[in-house]
């Protein structure tokens, strides 16, 4: 795997695969989702999703926390400008909502790698994310009550990942959940020992990179599209890209592929 960049908050690092692993890398603020942060991961989420050498991303982090979420200390010095920080307050939310859609809009699959600890925007970040592995060191939360802040936007993400009664008891109490409990309420995909986590994450994504780029990015678009449809609407639309689907070079190669037995050969297209 090829190393892009080593000194900066996100290092990355490219695999002959196909498969981008980004690292959250400041523990000083233990990763959390600084102006700075935004920047860089929205900048590569877009500058990846037109790389053809891109086929998936891996998004992990370096220390004990994987995703703090929003700076407080940034946030906090945002009051002291003249309107209270309304302005900045918008500003940061407003780009923090842009990166989140990144993700999801980003035609190549997004998987999490959790080994610590994802609160508030963090769990956010998580949910976001095609699938989600973690360790049985990790923990997910949502604490905004603690300190009279109500986690709205963790809540958009969790509540399209969990049924309505878990989400609210993750943003109602704040507690922290632990790695199997978010396994059942359906937030992130398996749990695993902290030593074979990232070595499990790499095999799923290196399994997914093996696959047509033109099917992958076909699907997750459809995917996340149906879900905000009608039943019946969900099916003509479904219906519509499976007619166009089925017209790409990929789908005809793959499926006489396995009509005769042999490896299909991808042209992404």
């Known amino acids: 795997m090829a190393q892009i960049e080593s000194n900066e908050i996100i290092i990355q690092a490219l695999s002959e695969s196909g498969v981008l692993r980004l690292t959250l890398n400041d523990n000083g603020r233990r990763n959390a989702l600084s102006e700075a942060m935004l920047k860089r991961l929205g900048e590569i989420m877009r500058s990846s999703a037109s790389d053809s050498t891109v086929r998936v991303i891996v998004l992990a982090a370096n220390g004990p926390a994987f995703c703090a979420g929003h700076d407080l200390k940034e946030m906090t010095a945002g009051r002291d400008a003249a309107d209270g920080g309304r302005e900045y307050f918008t500003k940061v939310m407003e780009t923090c909502a ?29 949910a976001c994310c095609d699938l ?19 986690c709205s936007t963790p809540m958009v993400a969790l509540s399209r990942n969990v049924s309505n009664k878990h989400a609210m008891e993750m943003l109602l109490t ?6 199997n409990r978010a396994v059942e309420i359906g937030l992130i995909n398996q749990v695993t020992t902290a030593e074979s986590l990232s070595k499990h994450t790499t095999e799923i994504a290196e399994k997914i990179a093996s696959k047509s780029s033109m099917t992958l990015a076909t699907g997750k678009k459809a995917f996340y599209e149906q879900k905000e449809l009608s039943l019946q609407d969900a099916y003509v639309y479904a219906s519509q890209v499976m007619v166009e689907n089925m017209l790409k070079h990929d789908a005809e190669e793959g499926i006489q592929a396995f009509i005769e037995k042999r490896n299909a050969h991808w042209l992404d297209k």
Do not use: R, W
């Open 132 to 150: 989600a592995y973690a360790a049985d060191t990790a923990k997910f939360g949502t604490p905004g009550v603690h300190i009279g802040l109500f």
């Open 98 to 126: 842009d990166v989140m859609q990144s993700i999801v809009n980003n035609p190549k699959p997004v998987i999490a790698e959790v080994a610590g600890v994802a609160t508030a925007a963090g769990c956010q970040l998580i």
């Open 174 to 179: 704040g507690d922290m959940t632990s790695p």
